[in-house]
């Protein structure tokens, strides 16, 4: 007795390779939409820039002064500091 038949044996084969069929259009469709990083929906602050483009070290720079000065405010309402 042999097995060969073109078509789908049981209804589960069907039914697997329509899963698979359906699988591999939705990666190809998130293929494509994430094509552009910038869009992606999980990003929420990225902001295109020019090519080339670098952030000025005065925003660190700030940035490092704030985050200092929020720490020592933070370490004065400890007790028992000096």
């Given amino acids: 007795m042999t097995a060969q038949s073109t078509g789908p ?3 589960a084969q069907a039914v ?5 069929i ?5 990666q190809n ?3 494509q939409k994430a094509a552009d990083p910038a869009r992606r929906p999980d990003v929420f602050f990225r ?3 020019d090519e080339g483009h670098q952030v000025s070290a005065w925003w ?6 704030l985050v200092s000065a929020g ?3 933070l370490m004065s309402l400890v007790p ?3």
């Fill in 9 to 11: 044996q049981t209804g």
């Fill in 16 to 20: 697997l390779q329509n899963a698979a």
């Fill in 22 to 26: 359906q699988n591999a259009a939705m």
């Fill in 29 to 31: 469709a998130a293929m």
């Fill in 47 to 49: 902001v295109r820039r």
């Fill in 60 to 65: 660190m720079i700030g940035a490092f002064v």
């Fill in 71 to 73: 720490v020592i405010a």
């Fill in 80 to 82: 028992g500091g000096a």
